[in-house]
């Protein structure tokens, strides 16, 4: 995702991180604050300035450039395909709830899904395992086949509530994509042990298959049994992507700083250590007693 | 209005969220708990939206005799059955039925099992009668005239119905079979992923190939006999494997996950304050 490395920003980031760390502690704060979250906090103060600063560059109209992302720019040929099959899409936004924030990604995803099937034509069916999603569910993409011009092709009874249940939702999922056998199945979103299942399913069918996740745990499964993959952070890019909204790609230039930050803490962290175990250097040197 | 009240919920619940992350204060933490609270609250009155999708959707299906539309009758008579027994029963092992004295002798004589009887206590307070608990009771300073005792008869009974039938009888055993699922996906999965097509297909293919040898017996024995065939290394071979198993998964596995785990953490905190402060508003799907 990082075109231009800016190692200069992100190793001016860390040094004000352990100044300000030092200045509060100097300052008596102790007793206000809670010394033990205050690094996080202030990493994470540097994280959102850096995006805040990237999303005020986006705005003011600064060329941003994002790589390619193969899965997204897959979406546009799935629903064309479940067009020419006359068979619908299947989106599936994760088993977990609305305060998820990898559910909110996928329905921010679903938004641009439903426009492209509101204009290509496509069956939309979006099964839900929350009820929360499924309202949210429903107003987003009677939302996007609104701003497309095709109220009347919406139908609300396609965006349905399966079931709480982990492995009852994985069957209900199942049956419907084993009854229907849709052209394309899309799985952005919180998935746990039924990624497997329904993904196995979706290509056992002969579903295109679009997957996306943060679970490190579940992507070797979607790997192996989906088409195409959004792993981790493409997940959380993907709206911005989807988009080329400026602001939004102003914020992924934010986060490839709090990358360069993590990875100077890594290197700095990996040298300090190297030293005072092999060369003698004085252990306040170490990456833990500068933040403690 | 539709857009800007969400929006501005949002913004003052993750600022509160967040002072409560970084400050030591009663009231915030007060307040942060309060808002934990409030979102199960919600989800569970959102619940009633969920079970008018699922019976609007299956309704039609049987009104319009629809593709299959028996198993929607099925779905509904088991949710009708479920609600039933749990209305009755509870969702619990074990339910208690209230006895007077004399339905609890009658039981007694007849052998039955669960009868309890159990102390209770009371207060007498402006002539009503409060129940407490035994310390309440020996503590208490009213005069023993203002205090009271008796005896509670219950009866523990299995709850046969919703937990033995429903829940161990149907559910369990359903629940099981689709986890077992997961067995046979797992092994088809893996026949069409493990193959050399390309390079990192191949590394792929070499990396599971060691790491199964090294997590079940047979590889300790094909250790043993490479050991034969090769004495010079010198090493144990039933733990050769075993050893490159855990190197694989602790190495170059534990730094991918990670990497990983970093890339979406960073994502994640990326999202949020773009929610946070409504950079991205598709998810509220109004304009």
Same mark, same amino acid.
């Given at each position: 995702?990082?075109? *231009?490395? =800016?190692?200069?920003?992100?190793?001016?980031?860390?040094?004000?991180?352990?100044?300000?760390?030092?200045?509060?502690?100097?300052?008596?704060?102790?007793?206000?604050?809670?010394?033990?979250?205050?690094?996080?906090?202030?990493?994470?103060?540097?994280?959102?300035?850096?995006?805040?600063? #990237?999303?005020?560059?986006?705005?003011?109209?600064?060329?941003?450039?994002?790589?390619?992302?193969?899965?997204?720019?897959?979406?546009?040929?799935?629903?064309?395909?479940?067009?020419?099959?006359?068979?619908?899409?299947?989106?599936?936004?994760?088993?977990?709830?609305?305060?998820?924030?990898?559910?909110?990604?996928?329905?921010? &995803?679903?938004?641009?899904? %439903?426009?492209?099937?509101?204009?290509?034509?496509?069956?939309?069916?979006?099964? !839900?395992?929350?009820?929360?999603?499924?309202?949210?569910?429903?107003?987003?993409?009677?939302?996007?086949?609104?701003?497309?011009?095709?109220?009347?092709?919406?139908?609300? +009874?396609? &965006?349905?509530?399966?079931?709480?249940?982990?492995?009852?939702?994985?069957?209900?999922?199942?049956?419907?994509?084993?009854?229907?056998?849709?052209?394309?199945?899309?799985? =952005?979103?919180? #998935?746990?042990?039924?990624?497997?299942?329904?993904?196995?399913?979706?290509?056992?069918?002969? /579903?295109?298959?679009?997957?996306?996740?943060?679970?490190?745990?579940?992507?070797?499964?979607?790997? /192996?049994? !989906?088409?195409?993959?959004?792993?981790?952070?493409?997940? #959380?890019?993907?709206?911005?992507?989807?988009?080329?909204?400026?602001?939004?790609?102003?914020?992924?230039?934010?986060?490839?700083?709090?990358?360069? =930050?993590?990875?100077?803490?890594?290197?700095?962290?990996?040298?300090?250590?190297?030293?005072?175990?092999?060369?003698?250097?004085?252990?306040?040197?170490?990456?833990?007693? =500068?933040?403690? | 209005?539709?857009?800007?009240?969400?929006?501005?919920?949002?913004?003052?619940? !993750?600022?509160?969220?967040?002072?409560?992350?970084? &400050?030591?204060?009663?009231?915030?933490?007060?307040?942060?708990?309060?808002?934990?609270?409030?979102?199960?609250?919600?989800?569970?009155? /959102?619940?009633?939206?969920?079970?008018?999708?699922?019976?609007?959707?299956?309704?039609?299906?049987?009104?319009?005799?629809? $593709? *299959?539309?028996?198993?929607?009758?099925?779905?509904?008579?088991?949710?009708?059955?479920?609600?039933?027994?749990?209305?009755?029963?509870?969702?619990?092992?074990?339910?208690?039925?209230?006895?007077?004295?004399?339905?609890?002798?009658?039981?007694?004589?007849?052998?039955?099992?669960?009868?309890?009887?159990?102390?209770?206590?009371?207060?007498?307070?402006?002539?009503?009668?409060?129940?407490?608990?035994?310390?309440?009771?020996?503590?208490?300073?009213?005069?023993?005239?203002?205090?009271?005792?008796?005896?509670?008869?219950?009866?523990?009974?299995?709850?046969?119905?919703?937990?033995?039938? &429903?829940?161990?009888?149907?559910?369990?055993?359903?629940?099981?079979? $689709?986890? +077992?699922?997961?067995?046979?996906?797992? %092994?088809?999965?893996?026949?069409?992923?493990?193959? %050399?097509?390309?390079?990192?297909?191949?590394?792929?293919?070499?990396?599971?190939?060691?790491?199964?040898?090294?997590?079940?017996?047979?590889?300790?024995?094909?250790?043993?006999?490479?050991?034969?065939?090769?004495?010079?290394?010198?090493?144990?071979?039933?733990?050769?494997?075993?050893?490159?198993?855990?190197?694989?998964?602790?190495?170059?596995?534990?730094?991918?996950?990670?990497?990983?785990?970093?890339?979406?953490?960073?994502?994640?905190?990326?999202?949020?304050?773009?929610?946070?402060? %409504?950079?991205?508003?598709?998810?509220?799907?109004?304009?």
């Amino acid at each position: 995702m990082l075109r *231009n490395p =800016l190692p200069t920003l992100a190793s001016r980031a860390f040094v004000v991180l352990l100044l300000t760390q030092s200045s509060v502690q100097a300052a008596g704060l102790g007793d206000v604050l809670k010394m033990s979250e205050l690094p996080t906090f202030l990493a994470l103060t540097m994280l959102c300035a850096c995006i805040y600063f #990237f999303i005020q560059k986006g705005k003011s109209g600064d060329k941003l450039y994002i790589r390619r992302i193969p899965a997204l720019s897959s979406v546009d040929e799935a629903v064309g395909r479940a067009t020419e099959m006359g068979r619908s899409v299947v989106y599936i936004p994760g088993i977990m709830d609305i305060d998820d924030i990898q559910t909110l990604a996928g329905l921010n &995803i679903l938004g641009s899904v %439903a426009r492209r099937t509101s204009v290509y034509d496509a069956e939309l069916k979006v099964p !839900c395992a929350k009820s929360m999603v499924l309202s949210t569910a429903q107003d987003v993409v009677k939302e996007a086949y609104l701003r497309t011009g095709h109220p009347d092709t919406y139908n609300e +009874s396609n &965006i349905n509530y399966i079931t709480d249940d982990q492995f009852a939702f994985a069957a209900g999922v199942n049956g419907m994509i084993v009854r229907e056998k849709p052209a394309a199945v899309v799985m =952005l979103g919180t #998935f746990y042990a039924e990624s497997l299942l329904i993904a196995e399913t979706g290509n056992h069918i002969g /579903a295109i298959q679009i997957a996306g996740t943060a679970e490190s745990s579940q992507l070797p499964f979607f790997v /192996a049994a !989906c088409d195409y993959v959004l792993i981790g952070e493409e997940l #959380f890019a993907a709206s911005a992507y989807l988009s080329q909204d400026p602001l939004l790609l102003g914020s992924l230039k934010g986060q490839d700083v709090g990358k360069m =930050l993590i990875i100077f803490a890594i290197l700095y962290g990996c040298l300090s250590e190297f030293l005072i175990q092999f060369l003698g250097f004085p252990a306040a040197l170490s990456i833990t007693s =500068l933040f403690a | 209005m539709k857009r800007e009240i969400p929006i501005m919920i949002t913004f003052i619940v !993750c600022l509160f969220l967040i002072l409560d992350f970084v &400050i030591q204060s009663e009231f915030l933490s007060k307040v942060a708990g309060s808002i934990n609270d409030y979102t199960s609250i919600v989800a569970t009155f /959102a619940m009633v939206l969920g079970l008018g999708s699922l019976f609007s959707v299956h309704l039609n299906r049987i009104y319009r005799k629809r $593709m *299959n539309w028996v198993y929607s009758i099925i779905l509904i008579l088991g949710f009708a059955v479920a609600v039933f027994f749990a209305t009755l029963y509870g969702v619990d092992e074990t339910y208690t039925v209230k006895l007077t004295q004399q339905e609890y002798e009658q039981r007694e004589a007849r052998g039955e099992k669960g009868l309890v009887v159990e102390d209770v206590y009371y207060l007498l307070v402006q002539n009503k009668k409060m129940k407490v608990s035994k310390e309440v009771y020996e503590l208490s300073a009213l005069s023993a005239q203002s205090k009271a005792t008796g005896k509670e008869y219950k009866q523990i009974r299995k709850n046969k119905w919703f937990d033995g039938l &429903i829940f161990k009888g149907i559910y369990d055993p359903l629940q099981a079979t $689709m986890f +077992s699922l997961l067995a046979f996906f797992m %092994a088809s999965a893996a026949y069409r992923a493990f193959r %050399a097509k390309s390079l990192e297909a191949t590394l792929l293919l070499v990396s599971a190939f060691l790491v199964m040898l090294g997590r079940v017996p047979i590889g300790a024995v094909v250790g043993d006999m490479l050991a034969g065939m090769i004495p010079f290394l010198g090493l144990e071979g039933s733990h050769w494997f075993k050893s490159i198993a855990d190197f694989i998964m602790t190495v170059p596995n534990a730094a991918g996950q990670r990497a990983i785990m970093i890339g979406a953490a960073l994502g994640m905190v990326a999202a949020s304050f773009r929610i946070w402060f %409504a950079y991205e508003t598709e998810h509220l799907g109004r304009d």
